[in-house]
Antibody, heavy 126, light 108 residues
Framework: QLQLQESGPGLVKPSETLSLTCTVSGGSISSSSYYWGWIRQPPGKGLEWIGSIYYSGSTYYNPSLKSRVTISVDTSKNQFSLKLSSVTAADTAVYYC??????????????????WGQGTLVTVSS | DIQMTQSPSSVSASVGDRVTITCRASQGISSWLAWYQQKPGKAPKLLIYAASSLQSGVPSRFSGSGSGTDFTLTISSLQPEDFATYYCQQANSFPLFTFGPGTKVDIK
């Protein structure tokens, strides 16, 4: 059974860099059928896609966060990571790592987010 | 950028009711739409992908329909475990995703 687990500091100071790692177990991060992503949810609010990465290292970012986000992958450790720079209180959120799976339906290729980590709360405060 | 809207933002319903949630995209997204269920303190769970395909293990009372800009999630007979918040997600511009704002289904 595939499992994703986020890890990293739960408290980050304003203007510093938030760093999280997602460890994937029960499956390989190097499969061509998957992308791996980060999604966040501020307390009491909705979901916001941050960005995704392919095992080859190709990255895709939310345009609204692109200037501050870096996602990387370490296939040897079956992990991928998120760095968000210059954080403010508005970046306080539960951060989820997730898998997007390639599926074909009636000739349409889709990438639903079918596995999620449990989420980790990151608070930005001095 | 493709924007997603959902209606209603919340709905109160009783066990056994039929519940319909609508998601609208600001431009056509073909069938690139998924639906998720989220309960408090938990990660979202995939229900429907490609607008109408039921994810493995999801009860058949959940169904999705639509294409282009207008989509619907229907719960045919609401069960106690279905009280949650539901989100739509577009992936027409994959790998760029956008979520809708969510619809909370609570007990009447």
């Amino acid at each position: 059974q595939l499992q994703l687990q986020e890890s990293g500091p739960g408290l980050v100071k304003p203007s510093e860099t938030l760093s999280l790692t997602c460890t994937v177990s029960g499956g390989s991060i190097s499969s061509s059928s998957y992308y791996w992503g980060w999604i966040r949810q501020p307390p009491g609010k909705g979901l916001e896609w941050i960005g995704s990465i392919y095992y080859s290292g190709s990255t895709y970012y939310n345009p609204s966060l692109k200037s501050r986000v870096t996602i990387s992958v370490d296939t040897s450790k079956n992990q991928f990571s998120l760095k968000l720079s210059s954080v403010t209180a508005a970046d306080t959120a539960v951060y989820y790592c997730a898998r997007h799976s390639r599926v074909a339906v009636r000739g349409v290729i889709s990438f639903p987010t079918d596995y999620w980590g449990q989420g980790t709360l990151v608070t930005v405060s001095s | 950028d493709i924007q997603m809207t959902q209606s209603p933002s919340s709905v109160s319903a009783s066990v056994g009711d039929r519940v319909t949630i609508t998601c609208r995209a600001s431009q056509g997204i073909s069938s690139w739409l998924a639906w998720y269920q989220q309960k408090p303190g938990k990660a979202p769970k995939l229900l429907i992908y490609a607008a109408s395909s039921l994810q493995s293990g999801v009860p058949s009372r959940f169904s999705g329909s639509g294409s282009g800009t207008d989509f619907t999630l229907t719960i045919s007979s609401l069960q106690p475990e279905d009280f949650a918040t539901y989100y739509c997600q577009q992936a027409n511009s994959f790998p760029l995703f956008t979520f809708g704002p969510g619809t909370k289904v609570d007990i009447k």
